[in-house]
């Protein structure tokens, strides 16, 4: 693996999210709110206690292959935004995944530290050390292939100027989401139907989580959320066709 750096802008510059270097990094919520697009993105957490709970076998897993099945089942478009550490404990499913031509890969921090302070009790990491975790997570997937793209999310959502200025260098489009499931930690699986249902519109980004003991009820949801988008007219696509012209 190469050394932990910045990408030179040529290496990148066709690749879905990529924004010149230098400047703060570029903040979007949804796509165009035209046309009947909208994304389903899974971020992939991953941190130092979520794998101690895997050592000691507090818990299964993290990577819910059911919801894979499904999407690879009904032929359905993903954005994965995988952390580093989730990618290096489930190399297997990430080759599944970039694998798959309807699934894009993306950047959701090395060890899912806080970017800011307050952040649902993550540990923070130095302003000095973002993009340093940012660049060595996009070095940690870039082997698997796939439809790579510079797209990053923060952990919580959490950033500000600071965070965004640091990763300035790096090139990339930071996605927040318009549409938040609620499926962390939830204990039922039609609020989190009704919160993406009662919430998508054309060109939004569904956020969801593919970290099955974390998020228990995504798959159950999935299936409803998927009948709830085609009664609506709604299709889901990559990310990067969403927020094509936004």
Request: hydrophobic share 45%.
């Amino acid at each position: 693996m190469p050394s932990v750096g910045v990408p030179s802008p040529p290496a990148f510059a066709s690749v879905p999210g990529a924004t010149p270097t230098g400047t703060r990094a570029p903040v979007v919520d949804h796509g165009p709110r035209t046309g009947a697009k909208v994304a389903l993105t899974f971020d992939a957490d991953m941190t130092d206690g979520m794998l101690a709970s895997l050592r000691a076998g507090r818990v299964k897993s993290y990577a819910n292959l059911r919801i894979l099945d499904l999407l690879e089942r009904e032929q359905v478009p993903a954005t994965f935004f995988l952390t580093g550490k989730w990618v290096q404990r489930y190399p297997d499913v990430t080759r599944r995944i970039a694998g798959n031509s309807r699934f894009e890969l993306a950047n959701h921090t090395y060890g899912h530290a806080a970017f800011t302070a307050d952040c649902y009790d993550l540990p923070r990491l130095p302003v000095d050390e973002l993009a340093a975790d940012v660049a060595k997570t996009f070095e940690v997937i870039a082997p698997y292939g796939g439809r790579q793209t510079r797209y990053f999310r923060f952990p919580g959502l959490c950033h500000d100027a600071a965070a965004l200025d640091a990763l300035g260098p790096l090139g990339v489009t930071v996605v927040d989401g318009d549409v938040v499931s609620g499926d962390p930690f939830a204990t039922a699986w039609k609020p989190l139907v009704r919160a993406v249902l009662d919430h998508v519109r054309p060109g939004s980004v569904v956020i969801m989580h593919v970290t099955e003991a974390n998020a228990a009820m995504t798959d159950e949801a999935l299936p409803h959320i998927l009948a709830g988008l085609r009664e609506r007219g709604l299709v889901a696509a990559p990310l990067s066709e969403v927020l094509a012209g936004a």
